[in-house]
């Protein structure tokens, strides 16, 4: 071979398969769904990364129950470890099959996350706190990009006397700045 991947058929682990055999559906495979199924379930309850594959683990060996139905029939290795990088791979994976409607639910789930952080801060709100009102008004710019109805900002450019910008005025300015970006790009390369 010169060094490019074969065209053999492959499972879905991405071992190679004889061509007249079916295509498996590997036990490395399920245990990758199950693991991005459960990550995703932990993350939408606002578990760390880190703490998601304490629990996958803890699973793994018994010590704790899942939270997403291990299929049967399916055996997870004993010496079964993962890290939290593996875990956010697995949730990026995981976010990435989900059908745009669930990613709807995931938004909707931030929104009122966002709406539970606003409503613990109304007592400070209400005391005129300066803290919680600044981190109110951040709950609130975060819920407006999450939603997308945040209203873009509008730049208006007047010339004299607040009356409107003549377009060689306009064209002259453009020139300048152009001119003064050229000035600074040539003094830092004669530095």
Known sequence: MSGK?????????????????????????IVARWVEAETLHLKQLGMSYQLIAGHIVDVVHGRQQAMVPIPEHEQLPA???????AVHRAF???IARLPNAEAVELRKLDSERCEDMFL????????????????????????????????????EMTGKNGGPL????????????????????????TK
């Open 92 to 94: 990026r994976r995981g």
């Open 120 to 155: 613990s801060l109304q007592p400070g709100i209400r005391k005129g706190d300066p803290r919680s009102v600044e981190a109110a008004v951040k709950v609130l710019t975060h819920k407006s990009e999450i939603n997308g109805y945040q209203v873009p900002a509008k730049i």
């Open 79 to 85: 010496d079964y470890r993962i890290s939290a990088q």
């Open 166 to 189: 003549a377009i060689e005025t306009f064209r002259r300015m453009c020139e300048e700045a152009e001119q003064g970006q050229a000035d600074d790009q040539d003094a830092a390369t």
């Open 5 to 29: 991947m074969s065209k053999r058929p492959r499972n879905s682990d991405g071992t190679i398969r004889r061509t007249n055999k079916p295509r498996l559906v590997t036990n490395r495979t």
